[in-house]
DNA sequence: TGAGATTTCCTATATTGTGGGAATATGGAG
DNA sequence: CTCCATATTCCCACAATATAGGAAATCTCA
């Protein structure tokens, strides 16, 4: 099928992961020919795959309809992945920096080309927890860009930049450019980039090798977040991203002495 | 190796699904021969699981340490379906449950032989969102086996009733009697078999084939659900229940009509 | 610096996944 | 109620793919 630049030897694992990956953009329920449709997979494979998910947990499959859905493994991984990075103990700093700044603010973390917000300021679920937003269109995208490790900064891997506003940043020389100002900077801007009259300040949390493991974003209208206060909020939202930094980092890996 | 009475045909997929699952028990980061040793498969085999996961983002490597971790597809996919399944729209009638009967609160799906809560009432680790029990030895799970679906309600398939307190359940031929008498009795009690000095009451969440979807339980010490309240407490939380069977229940399955 | 453990890569083998196709079940229309 | 279209599930021969052994590279700790 695809020539697939990935060495990997491991076809019947990403199909299947490829399969679950189909409910980020379905409904909360799919058949399964709706699963061999979007994978591109025969019928009989997407099938057996799904079945194979189902008996471990991570899908599950309505008795009367036959559809499938999301299973309580994946719910289940999913909270456990939260606890285990420790996510349950940020919750003050975030608020604390949300009422500083009277703005939302979003933790996100990279997943590939998007960015995967792992604490929402907001319910709103077009805007909440577990949302991917695109890299090159948000400021959130642009931090986890600019502290990429090597290997994976790489603008071209993105694919097409799809515009979602006009002033969204597609020419990937340009892209570039902004994720050098970025780093400079210390902070990255998004205004209006992705939606209309909303800008966003976005700052890395970073480990000890300098490369970023979340990014963290206050949100809010312009009339809010002024050009001459951007300073301002950047050392809010820089100084919420320390304390995270010494929350987040577990205790096995802090013991990693430096230098 | 086992004999497997798996019918599947899926070695592969099964196998990395395993190595998902070591995260249970594991630590927040398992290296890859750990990974190895708790799927019993070999050194090469976990390595390349690890890596495809790795590729998919459902897991994550440690650029230093070479460690895994649960990756940001595993937040992303089950936020997704803690949305999908509609829970964000429970927290209301399960902190109202909470304030009229002054117990902790319970929401909990079957996965395989556990019950894993959905939403808990307390935000303690130990017994919190996304925390496995074991089903013979939980009110919410003696209400997931008395209206499981046929096949699934065997409580052979259960193996060992490990007890947890002097009052766990450990003969099957016991839990079978209990199980007949949840049925009947609309509730499922747990008076000190998982932890001492804790009774639990559950009830379930059902669909309208009459199988239970989720399991509802109220949680304090005997000294508030007292022998007297039990029927009272029984009344709320299947209150509570109905209200949840129509939140829960999609509109794609509303529209079936049964009668 | 050296011993031991761990991560990672490579390759031959056959076990395992693959997809065509047929049978069965389901739901909608007339 | 019956028929038709669509979707789900099962079966089987083929060969592509995953497997495990071993060796090299890298890291850890003393």
């Known amino acids: ?63 009367r309809t ?90 071209a891997a993105l694919g097409p930049l799809r515009p979602q506003t006009e002033r969204t940043i597609v020419d990937p020389e340009d892209l570039r450019a902004e994720i050098e100002r970025v780093r400079k900077a210390g902070y990255a801007l998004n205004d209006g980039e992705s939606s209309h009259g909303v800008r966003t300040l976005a700052v890395p949390v970073l480990d000890r090798a300098e490369q970023v493991r979340y990014a963290l974003a206050v949100r809010s209208t312009p009339e809010v977040i002024t050009d001459t206060r951007i300073g301002w909020f950047a050392m809010h939202a820089r100084a919420c991203a320390r304390a995270l930094e010494v929350l987040l980092l577990s205790p096995e890996e802090r013991r990693i002495t430096d230098f």
């Open 1 to 63: 099928m695809e020539k697939s630049g990935s060495p990997s030897g491991t076809q019947a694992v990403q199909r299947a992961m490829s399969v679950l990956a189909c409910f980020r953009d379905g409904g909360p329920t799919l058949s399964a020919s709706d699963l061999a449709r979007r994978t591109r997979l025969s019928t009989s494979t997407a099938h057996r795959l799904a079945r194979a998910l189902v008996s471990t947990g991570f899908l599950e499959q309505d008795a």
């Open 66 to 155: 036959a559809r499938y859905r999301l299973g309580p493994s994946m719910t289940e991984l999913g909270q456990l992945s939260f606890h285990q990075r420790g996510l349950h103990r940020v919750a003050p700093e975030l608020g604390q920096l949300a009422r500083a700044t009277s703005a939302t603010v979003d933790l996100a973390i990279r997943n590939g080309p998007h960015a995967v917000i792992l604490i929402g300021g907001s319910v709103d679920p077009e805007s909440g927890t577990g949302l991917r937003r695109p890299l090159h269109s948000t400021a959130l995208g642009k931090v986890l860009l600019a502290w990429a490790p090597p290997g994976e900064d790489d603008v």
